[in-house]
């Protein structure tokens, strides 16, 4: 099924581990997204790619990097996890940016402890 | 001032009633606006866009924009247990470059 695929579901990391959650469309999007969700916090934007090849940082970029490898790939990297970082994380993706509507994956929930 | 804002909730509505969700946003530039509706454990899912002043109709949804207000409201007749969710309004920001998310309204239909 076409869509925005992310993997994995589920990971448990020790403070100080690193890793790299992947994010994947298969819709011809141009832009893609990455999100942390936490209770009470709503959605929070980490980072984005507005087309390949660019990625701005969002309202908490902090601990976290990425990079748009092509036109379906987005990741997002954790260089040292920190118990701050346990949340759910979502990747997206749209046409274009702002006035478009967006896709998005299932969701990673990821524990830091 | 959140960009964009909602009532938490949870907000209870009978089976068969009229559940009316509503936002605010501080950016008179915003021109589209989004909800989204996000199942327990799942991930948004869009439902409903309105880009004019005035009412949108999708089935049993419908959006309604006032700019001069700044204020976006869902509402969702003949309401269904299957309609309990979190409902988040989006708007994009003033450079169009991504979407600002409200922290979202839960709803519960009751039998």
């Known amino acids: 099924n076409a869509g925005v695929t992310q993997t994995p579901k589920f990971q448990v990391l020790k403070t100080g581990q690193s890793m790299t959650l992947q994010c994947a469309q298969d819709?011809?999007?141009?832009?893609m997204y990455w999100y942390r969700q936490d209770p009470g916090m709503g959605l929070r934007l980490i980072y984005y790619?507005?087309?390949?090849?660019?990625?701005d940082k969002g309202e908490v970029p902090n601990g976290y990097n990425v990079s748009r490898l092509n036109k379906r790939e987005f990741s997002l990297r954790l260089e040292s996890a920190a118990p701050s970082q346990t949340s759910v994380y979502f990747c997206a993706s749209s046409l274009g940016t702002g006035d478009y509507g967006y896709t998005f994956g299932s969701g990673t929930r990821l524990t830091v402890v | 001032q959140k960009e964009v804002e909602q009532n938490s909730g949870p907000l209870s509505v009978p089976e068969g009633a009229i559940a009316s969700l509503n936002c605010t946003y501080s950016d008179r530039g915003s021109q589209s606006f989004f909800w989204y509706r996000q199942y327990s454990g799942k991930s948004p899912e869009l439902i409903m866009f309105i880009y004019s002043n005035g009412d949108k109709e999708d089935g049993r949804f419908t959006a309604q924009l006032n700019k001069a207000s700044q204020y976006v409201s869902l509402l969702i007749r003949d309401s269904q247990p299957s309609d309990s969710a979190t409902y988040l309004c989006a708007a994009p920001t003033r450079s169009a470059s991504k979407i600002i998310f409200g922290s979202g309204t839960r709803l519960s239909i009751r039998p």
């Open positions: 790619s507005a087309s390949e090849g660019t990625t």
């Open positions: 819709m011809n999007h141009n832009s």
